[in-house]
């Protein structure tokens, strides 16, 4: 876009800030391999985690408190899985409806617009199913971050 990179469609990115839409957790390793000259090679990795293991509950947990604290309003509201838990790639640049409306009222209140204004932003950004018939509706978070910030 205008010659510049602003991220990869096809790779999910870690978003932290409260006026963007956040995606899935991505479990990320920059410490196992090298390149030739020794710079650090970044990558993800699937999470061995057993879920009924306690680390992995107590994973969860912290995560639940940090987007309960990030999203204030939402405290009534069921988390969906996929905003505390990671992909098998650990790179999904997309997240279902649910995920992206339960963070629309703190991206609408970061970004100081109405919630039917990201309500539509992630309208646009919604893709529908595989062929119209596999998979289930999905939300690109990268499409959405840049349309909030006015770039798409």
Same mark, same amino acid.
């Given at each position: 876009m205008?010659?510049?990179?602003?991220?990869?469609?096809?790779l999910g990115q870690k978003y932290t800030d409260e006026a963007h839409m956040w995606g899935r957790i991505m479990n990320i390793d920059v410490s196992t391999y090298k390149d030739e000259n020794g710079k650090r090679l970044m990558y993800a990795v699937p999470s061995n985690l057993? *879920?009924?293991? @306690? $680390?992995?509950e107590d994973l969860v947990a912290k995560r639940v408190q940090m987007l309960r604290k990030a999203n *204030?309003?939402? @405290? $009534?509201?069921a988390?969906?899985?996929e905003l505390v838990t990671c992909s098998?790639?650990?790179?999904? *640049?997309h997240i279902f409806p649910a995920a992206a409306k339960y963070q629309m009222t703190r991206i609408a209140k970061a970004n100081n617009m109405s919630e039917e204004k990201v309500r539509a932003i992630i309208e646009k950004?919604?893709?529908?199913r595989f062929?119209?018939?596999?998979?289930e509706?999905?939300?690109?978070?990268?499409?959405?971050?840049l349309m909030l910030d006015g770039i798409l």
């Open positions: 205008d010659g510049k990179k602003y991220g990869c469609e096809l057993s *879920p009924a293991s @306690e $680390e992995f *204030p309003d939402m @405290e $009534e509201t988390i969906p899985a098998g790639s650990g790179l999904d *640049p950004c919604t893709d529908s062929l119209g018939v596999f998979g509706k999905t939300v690109n978070v990268l499409k959405v971050n």
